[in-house]
T-cell receptor, first 117, second 114 residues
């Protein structure tokens, strides 16, 4: 059974500090891995999408890493800001990307991040 | 310039009623979805439509009936609402056929069944 496990469940850090969120998956065959940010009361917004050939991808202060061998990904947030307070959801696709749509997406339960001033 | 919009944003209703949630996307995407996010914040796919045709129907009670009048709209009708239907429902769209079809989510509809 395909699974995506995220840790920690929740995290509180001070503004300006860095943090790293983890995502472990057992999804096969692997197609891509996505990180979404979901602000309270809003829909998820895509931060990064990584395919098996990509090890690191950055989007501003967000840097995602992927180790396809160990089936682990991390999302590193640098110099956190209050607006980074949100849930971060890891989603892994086993679709072959040939017009399959959402079939094969496995969602993690998210990490709830709180940035304190 | 809202990409994916949903109405209403909040819906409070009594058990047993029938209600609908509307979704529209102006991104020109071929695929649209409905997700349910429960109180534990876990997102679960319910339906997926590609060019107005149903391609995914997860284990969802048949009280839930999606309808896609055209590829820009995917509405969700729920009959005989139950307490357990209380959740946030998200509509999303994407353009499949690529390795990295990003999903764009709507703002969500918070449904509360009393």
């Amino acid at each position: 059974k395909n699974q995506v496990e995220q840790s920690p469940q929740s995290l509180i850090i001070l503004e300006g500090k860095n943090c790293t969120l983890q995502c472990n998956y057992t999804v096969s065959p692997f197609s891509n891995l996505r990180w979404y940010k979901q602000d309270t009361g809003r829909g998820p917004v895509s931060l990064t999408i990584m395919t098996f050939s990509e090890n690191t991808k950055s989007n501003g202060r967000y840097t995602a890493t992927l180790d396809a061998d160990t089936k682990q990904s991390s999302l590193h947030i640098t110099a956190s800001q209050l607006s980074d307070s949100a849930s971060y959801i890891c989603v892994v696709s086993d679709s072959e990307g040939r017009g399959g749509g959402a079939d094969g997406l496995t969602f993690g339960k998210g990490t709830h991040l709180i940035i304190q001033p | 310039d809202t990409a994916v919009s949903q109405t209403p944003k909040y819906l409070v209703t009594q058990m047993g009623n029938d209600k609908s949630i509307k979704c529209e996307q102006n991104l020109g995407h071929d695929t649209m979805y409905w997700y349910k996010q429960d109180s534990k914040k876990f997102l679960k796919i319910m339906f997926s439509y590609n060019n107005k045709e149903l391609i995914i129907n997860e284990t969802v009670p048949n009280r839930f009936s999606p309808k896609s009048p055209d590829k820009a709209h995917l509405n969700l009708h729920i009959n005989s609402l139950e307490l357990g239907d209380s959740a946030v429902y998200f509509c999303a769209s994407s353009q499949p056929g690529t390795w990295t079809d990003t999903q764009y989510f709507g703002p969500g509809t918070r449904l509360t069944v009393l």
